[in-house]
């Protein structure tokens, strides 16, 4: 009979534990979203296909870039994506893609 009782005292600690782990997981979880780090909305893929076909809108032809970088920046809900001119390039030779999260504004802005 003790033998049961032990083994039952030890599955009720372990749901207990088990319990306390989710718990904590869900508190710090909603913590990182109150801090701002919220996932973004777009994807990498979604950003990158809109970045290029507003560059070639724009009167870019993406056979002479590659794209260099893809940030996100949180506290602004902003996309960048930056082109680099194929090497060997001159300074210069690259551009920028903005895209806005909450507006889905886009801007580009060429190299110097």
């Known amino acids: 009979?003790?033998?049961?009782?032990?083994?039952?005292?030890?599955?009720?600690?372990?749901?207990?534990?088990?319990?306390?782990?989710?718990?904590?997981f869900l508190t710090q979880a909603r913590a990182a979203v109150n801090n701002g780090k919220v996932a973004p909305k777009y994807s990498i893929e979604q950003v990158i296909a809109d970045s290029k076909e507003y560059a070639v809108q724009r009167g870019r032809s993406l056979k002479e870039?590659?794209?260099?970088?893809?940030?996100?920046?949180?506290?602004?809900?902003?996309?960048?994506?930056?082109?680099?001119?194929?090497?060997?390039?001159?300074?210069?030779?690259?551009?920028?893609?903005?895209?806005?999260e909450k507006t889905g504004e886009k801007?580009?802005?060429m190299g110097q």
């Not at 083994?7 to 989710?22: D, G, H, Q, T």
């Open 65 to 100: 870039y590659f794209i260099d970088r893809v940030d996100y920046d949180a506290s602004k809900e902003e996309w960048a994506i930056f082109f680099q001119g194929n090497m060997p390039t001159p300074p210069g030779v690259h551009f920028l893609v903005w895209i806005d």
């Open 1 to 24: 009979m003790r033998f049961y009782q032990k083994e039952n005292k030890m599955k009720k600690r372990i749901i207990f534990l088990s319990a306390v782990s989710c718990f904590i």
């Open 107 to 109: 801007k580009l802005a």
